[in-house]
């Protein structure tokens, strides 16, 4: 009970975040009127998220992709697998929170220092990828499994840039098979 009402209480924070980010601009909306409008005090918003800019780049996304890898055939080769659990992962989240997935991805894209630290976090979920295709395979994680990850991760966000950059109107999971049959194959 006590965690689905802190998972609640989150979710209004970023909700409420986003909805004042669009129509005042990231920079213009302070933690202050952010934690109004989430009915919440300044100290409540800094228990959940410790900057704005966290507000924006918080989720559970890359965990769930990573245990979405695990789970896996063993017999896909790694691209193959990142790539299924991506689109996996995206319909779950794009069939509930569409508008929600793409205001924030528009954010970060659109506002230099969001995308600065987006760049900055890459690293870490490109990691998280390797080592859950590691745990796959039942081995340490390795310069291939890297270079895998970290091609799989430019793949998506250039997906997702493209997504931004179109203003939503493609399907984003067809962005990101497009991106991945360009790594497949070159063209």
């Excluded at 300044?42 to 998220?49: P, Q």
């Excluded at 745990?135 to 997702?160: K, N, S, Y």
Aim: hydrophobic share 45%.
């Amino acid at each position: 009970m006590r965690e689905q009402r802190k998972a609640r209480t989150r979710r209004a924070i970023q909700d409420h975040a986003l909805r004042l980010f669009l129509s005042k601009g990231y920079d213009a909306t302070t933690v202050e009127e952010i934690a109004t409008a989430a009915g919440v005090s300044h100290m409540t918003f800094f228990r959940y998220f410790p900057t704005k800019e966290a507000v924006v780049e918080d989720d559970d996304y890359d965990p769930l992709i990573a245990e979405l890898v695990r789970d896996r055939p063993a017999d896909e080769s790694p691209l193959t697998a990142l790539h299924a659990a991506l689109r996996t992962g995206l319909d779950a989240v794009l069939t509930t929170d569409r508008e929600a997935v793409y205001a924030r991805t528009r954010l970060v894209v659109t506002n230099p220092a969001l995308r600065a630290r987006q760049w900055r976090n890459t690293a870490t979920t490109q990691s998280l990828l390797a080592q859950a295709l590691a745990d796959r395979e039942r081995q340490p994680v390795d310069l291939r499994l890297r270079v895998i990850a970290a091609a799989a991760t430019a793949a998506l966000i250039t997906a997702l840039t493209a997504w931004v950059d179109g203003d939503g109107a493609d399907d984003l999971r067809t962005l990101v098979d497009e991106a991945f049959a360009a790594l497949g194959t070159g063209r």
